[in-house]
């Protein structure tokens, strides 16, 4: 088998009436990223990690967060898979490269237990993004949570982005008409909408996403996923879900 990696692992959503069930299968993984320390993207990081012996890959401030409130075993986080927005490391004997990359969101994580920490919300570091290079393989750019800026025109100059998952869901994030004009700036050849759909509350659909993105990038195809589905990208077999 090869290797397994997780990003904003919230698998038990509730979008997915089969998270429980999905989370308790996973008997393998490698890395585990994430982006910033909202509950809906540390998600069943702890859960995996404990399983499966993964290290987690994040920013330096966010990782320590998690090993402090969130329960993220200490032993698998520590300089090898940390950096900060800039920095690149080079992972699983370099079969994986991951750029840290700037977002405009929020970042804080919520600790499991209100006895230890009253205060309740606790400092996460700054929110981010990543660019996932793998041999062989395709680059994936993950926006993170994040509003359009311009500056996302410059992840395309430090090399060629194959699959941008891109949030559309509005609100927390940048809505359908903002997500289609950030596919314009990297120009990749696939985006894959997420963070829509799992609340009400999150209106952007991928229908708008996919007519304003054939407004402004034409040349890229967009994939909608449904939960829990695979699909194959020339070497690499990806497995994606959306929220």
Known sequence: MGKVLYMDPWINNPANSKGKEVLAAIKKADLIMVTHGHFDHVGDSS?????????????????????QYGGFPEKQFGFPTTGNFGGEISLLDGEVKVAFVQALHSSSIEPPDYSKYPKGLQ???????MVVSIK?????????????????????????????????????????????MAVKLVQPDLAIPMHFGTFPILTGTAPEF????????PSTTVKVLKVNETFSWPQTKLTMQTK
């Open 123 to 129: 400092y996460a570091g700054n929110p981010g993004g």
């Open 136 to 180: 062989n393989g395709p680059t994936i750019y993950h926006t993170g949570d994040t509003d359009l800026f311009s500056d996302m025109a410059l992840v395309k100059d430090f090399g060629k982005v194959d699959i941008m998952m891109v949030c559309i869901g509005d609100r927390f994030t940048m809505g359908p008409r903002r997500a289609a």
């Open 47 to 67: 859960e995996i990690a404990k399983k499966t012996g993964a290290q987690l890959v994040a920013s330096f401030d966010l990782g320590k967060a998690m090993v």
């Open 210 to 217: 996919i007519a304003e993105t054939k407004k402004t990038s």
